[in-house]
């Protein structure tokens, strides 16, 4: 008997015979990865990255939990999600392998790499809660020669700015990390968070750490040497040459200068962080100028000044236009007064002071 087949029945066959294959073989795939104990959800990749995978995971299930070896098989899987940039992937993985074995000591270096997925997929608040809990719930492990709690603190630093958080992050990298970090920057860091959550005691403390390190380059923080030192030597100083307003300060100076009291005059002189510098001199030393003599630039002369302030002038700084000064050609001084920032003492936060003189004419 002749059986004569026709080229649609051949392309049925041809697709069964297909079909069939596909089959057997996506059988076969799935029996290998059941008998190794893998969800095919995690082989995935290309044709490589799945043999891959496929061998890692047939090591895993033989790897005894918690030790060296089965670190090592899962930190190369979860690497390959990484790698793969198949974050979702990586943070199943290890967020199963967590909570099956609670107990695994390697569980913070997992939090670790699933708290690197989240700030890969730009979920900051959420890869700070795992920087946090590893923080405190969990052991420091050393990780190519770098500890996995300095990673967590720096990461926080940069994404936490929650002022109370910094002062704790800050004193842990100080106390646990002083040779693995610039003790510089960290402590003027930790002077500034204080600031910002009032603690202005600690503040201080801070920032007189600070000072053996001046000259320390702060990103986003130019002065933060002028900031330090004045902070320190402020809150030591006696504060007695300040007064409850500006009119009274203003007052107290003219009378001084249409007397030609130099003594007087420099009684009303700021104690601590006084300046005398040209308006280009901005961030120029200023240590000593509390001993300026203004006498050497009086003797003679009669000092004369503005009717009204300058009109730069605002509710916390304040320039009095001076002329009659003995200092080659430089014969006009602009007194600036300020208003003082110092919330640690209330009787003092408010006041004003006499801070400094500009030489020159005002540009």
């Excluded at 992937?89 to 699933?114: C, E, G, Q, V």
Aim: hydrophobic letters at 40%.
């Amino acid at each position: 008997m002749i059986v004569s087949i026709t080229m649609d029945t051949g392309k049925k066959l041809i697709f069964l015979v297909n079909f069939i294959i596909i089959l057997s073989v996506f059988i076969a795939v799935s029996c290998t990865l059941e008998t190794a104990g893998v969800d095919a959800y995690y082989i995935t990749g290309s044709k490589e990255d799945k043999k891959n995978l496929l061998e890692l995971y047939g090591l895993l299930k033989n790897e005894e939990s918690g030790s060296e070896d089965e670190f090592a098989v899962t930190r190369e899987i979860a690497a390959t999600f990484a790698r793969q940039k198949d974050y979702d992937r990586l943070i199943h993985f290890l967020s199963a392998k967590t909570i099956n074995n609670p107990a695994d000591p390697y569980n913070s270096y997992y939090f670790l790499m699933i708290a690197y997925a989240h700030l890969q997929q730009g979920s900051q608040p959420i890869a700070a809660l795992y920087f946090d809990l590893i923080l405190k719930n969990y052991p420091d492990l050393i990780i190519n020669d770098e500890s996995i709690h300095l990673v967590c603190l720096r990461h926080l630093i940069n994404i936490d700015n929650n002022p109370r958080r910094q002062v704790w992050y800050y004193s842990e990298l100080i106390s646990r990390f002083p040779e693995n970090i610039d003790l510089g920057t960290a402590y003027f860091m930790l002077g500034q968070a204080c600031e910002r959550v009032g603690d202005w005691n600690s503040a201080i403390v801070a920032y007189t750490n600070y000072l053996p390190y001046t000259g320390t380059i702060i990103p986003g923080f130019p002065h933060a040497d002028q900031h330090a030192r004045h902070q320190v030597d402020f809150s030591r100083s006696a504060k007695d040459w300040t007064f409850a307003s500006l009119p009274e300060l203003r007052d107290a100076v003219e009378k001084a200068l249409d007397a030609g009291n130099a003594k007087l005059l420099q009684q009303y002189q700021a104690k601590a962080n006084f300046f005398a510098r040209s308006w280009e001199q901005v961030e120029t030393d200023d240590i000593g100028m509390s001993r300026f003599n203004l006498a050497q630039f009086m003797y003679g002369n009669r000092i004369r000044y503005a009717s009204s302030l300058d009109s730069s002038s605002n509710s916390t700084e304040a320039y009095l236009r001076t002329t009659g000064w003995s200092l080659y050609t430089l014969n006009v001084w602009y007194l600036y007064f300020r208003k003082i920032y110092f919330p640690q003492e209330p009787e003092i936060h408010g006041r004003w002071e006499w801070a400094g003189i500009y030489y020159g004419e005002k540009f």
